[in-house]
């Protein structure tokens, strides 16, 4: 997969889980920063709106807020899913806000994510969704 990345953003990929290419966006705030991670999965033989379909009726303890078909960078179609939730960030329990863009091609899906702390959603939305467009599975 390509996507584009800011400048200022501080690679963190392999810190939690190995296979998760991760960038921290914000900074600490009681042991949690805001970030984009971007995970590659098998899309279970679904296309895309099939898997938009399956994700949004499998959100387990998270609350979908929106699902969709959006364009994307050069007219790309990707999906886009919006949800909240309560985590365990290590530090506490959070109640997080996730925005996440997925693309589907041959049988893979990657999944690009900004989490944010319920309060920031809307400021960090606002920057980091032109990114979250780009996302292109190669």
Known sequence: YTITVDDTWTETSGTFVKEVEAWRIGRPLDGFAANVNVLTQDALGKDLQEYMDFSAENMGAFQLIDHQIVEGVGGHELGLLEYTGSVNTG????????????????????????????????????????????????
């Open 91 to 138: 530090a506490g329990t959070r109640q997080l806000h996730f925005l996440a863009t997925v693309d589907v091609i041959d049988g893979q899906a990657v999944v690009a994510t900004l989490t944010t702390d319920e309060g920031g959603f809307l400021a960090e939305q606002a920057v980091v969704e032109p990114y979250l467009l780009s996302l292109r599975s190669t």
